[in-house]
């Protein structure tokens, strides 16, 4: 067969099979395709045995920016490719292994790349086999964190039976050695970030936070990575600076603990002392983070004078907003939110009278962007032409207004409970 048909068939099996006109050699072609979500074999290894230990195995949720929108990889049948990390300084060891390869069976077919996609990812250092890692997992007992301590807390383990304790610390580049562990620590963004990128590690601007498991192993202290969160310093005229929080990950292991609202509220205690900090903010927020956020925010104004029982049920007020703002560093939009919520807690719902008050209470900021359309709509009637003004009309149905206004209101309120039913928890 020709190479540019082989060619021609190697760039159809990438296509789903439920593709008509697969040939025989296209379906056979197509055995050799790997989901690279499943493949990557991610582990945080604390001791020998744990290299063998399957149950501490975790997969990525993103592989599409070394692997391709599609997350794939062709050429290889039970293609594992393990990425594994020294708990604490995150030392890697890095190997590929598959069953069998493509170009064993098939003439003038290549495989793809992956050995050299993934070390483009990783630093320099690594090694390859089991031997070495053990060697460098010897190494861990010297190894502590950078920067300065500025939280400490425990969190209740039920399966040991006793208490973790954990430590938050703030560092930046001028710290001895944390440079080279940045650069191996950023490289979990790609697997669970889905628009991750690099930061300009020689920007003196951006501040770094992480959190460290403290455990012992013969006597000595160790420190597992657990999560880290970037913080980008904005300058605001004339004298003020926004903290705007970047990057945030807790590892997988560690997630579901509580981790990542011990992380943000401690950012938060951290830059509020400062008086030329205006507010904090965060750079395109995930959904997640916005739930977060709301959590850590609520819990932290839930006793301000401002946020009292008889003030919420007054409606929310400038008082609220220059408080959250001067004692908290809170802008204006995040303690409407927290106002929101900390009223709903405050409401028997219940009562149809009370209900009532606090839906039409929030509907009052969620029409905002609608008044806001009817407004624009005012101004093109003295400027458009009849038939024009219809069609912009017949785009704005008012019971379609109405109906997704409902439907964000009732969207609003169950994201709230689920943050009152976590601030009963806590």
Known sequence: ???????????????????????????????????????????????????????????????????????VAFGYKGLKILLYYSAGNLSNMFRVEYSSKVDDKFDLVQPDDVENKI??????????????FISLLEKEVNFKPMGTVVHTYTVHNEEAGEDITYQIYKADMTCPGFREYHERLQTFLMWFIETASYIDVDDEKWDYFLVFEKYNKDGATLYATVGYMTVYNYYVYPDKTRPRVSQMLVLPPFQGEGHGAQLLETVHRYYVSASNILDITAEDPSENFVRLRDFVLVKLCQ?????????????????????????????????????????????????????????????????????????EMAKMKQCLRPEELTNQMNQIDLNTQHEQLEESYQQLVEEYRRIVERLAQA
């Open 119 to 132: 070390r483009e990812l990783i630093p320099s250092g690594f090694c390859c086999g089991s031997d070495d």
């Open 1 to 71: 067969m020709a190479n540019e048909e082989y060619k021609a068939q190697t760039e159809r099996t990438r296509l789903p099979d439920s593709l008509l006109g697969l040939s025989a050699m296209e379906k056979k072609l197509a055995e050799y395709k790997c989901d690279t979500n499943e493949a990557i074999k991610l582990k945080l290894v604390r001791f020998p045995e744990d290299i063998e230990d399957e149950s501490m195995t975790f997969n990525p949720e993103y592989s599409h920016q070394i692997f391709g929108d599609e997350e």
């Open 303 to 375: 006793n301000l004078p401002c946020f009292s029982l008889e003030k919420l049920l007054c409606g929310f007020s400038q008082e609220m907003v220059t408080e959250a703002q001067e004692k908290l560093k809170i802008n204006k939009k995040h303690a409407r939110r927290v106002y929101e919520i900390l009223r709903l807690r405050a409401t028997d719902m219940s009562d149809s009278e009370k209900a009532k008050a606090y839906r039409l209470d929030v509907k009052k900021r969620l029409v905002g962007p609608y008044k806001k359309n009817q407004r």
